[in-house]
């Protein structure tokens, strides 16, 4: 009797894994040069040095990959207010890299995996590459939830 109440437990996928030789850094920030090198890559502005140096000093936390070669390969950084709301920033990987989506995969998934754990409870925004948003989604992520639509203004 008590066996039809129990609902099994629901498997996981495993975690996806970096290409060999790479490697995840986490509360390390690249250099500026080297982060502003990769925005631009992924089709970003040049962002002046200093600027982004404080914004990585005044981020949450940061997520990089490295490449076999030590080359600054993919990146995210995180924002909060440590109650309500976590935004996810700078989501960005070398777009001639050959193992681009697997790093995506990693990055998106270490990422919410740790706000889950750090920032229980708090909703989740961030602005996407356009190939970013499958890997998204399947991490349950919703494009304009409610008919809420994001914008922004670069001053």
């Known amino acids: 009797m008590l066996d039809s109440l129990l609902v099994p437990f629901r498997s996981q996928p495993p975690p996806p894994s970096l290409p060999e030789g790479y490697r ?14 990769l925005l631009v890559a992924c089709g970003d502005p040049s962002r002046p040095a200093e600027r982004l140096q404080r914004a990585l000093e005044r981020s949450t936390w940061l997520l990089s990959v490295r490449n076999p070669a030590g080359v600054l390969a993919a990146f995210v950084r995180a924002t909060s207010d440590l109650a309500l709301n976590a935004n996810l920033w700078d989501l960005a ?7 681009r989506p697997q790093l ?17 409870g708090c909703s989740i925004s961030v602005a996407a590459l356009p190939e970013a948003v499958e890997p998204l989604r399947r991490q ?6 409610g008919g809420i639509r994001a914008m922004g203004l670069r001053l």
């Open 24 to 37: 995840l850094e986490a509360d390390v920030g690249p250099a500026t040069d080297q982060l502003n090198r």
């Open 104 to 120: 995506l995969l990693v990055l998106v998934h270490t990422a919410l995996a740790r706000l889950r754990r750090e920032l229980p």
């Open 93 to 99: 990987v070398d777009p001639l890299d050959a193992h």
């Open 140 to 145: 349950g992520f919703v494009v304009d939830p």
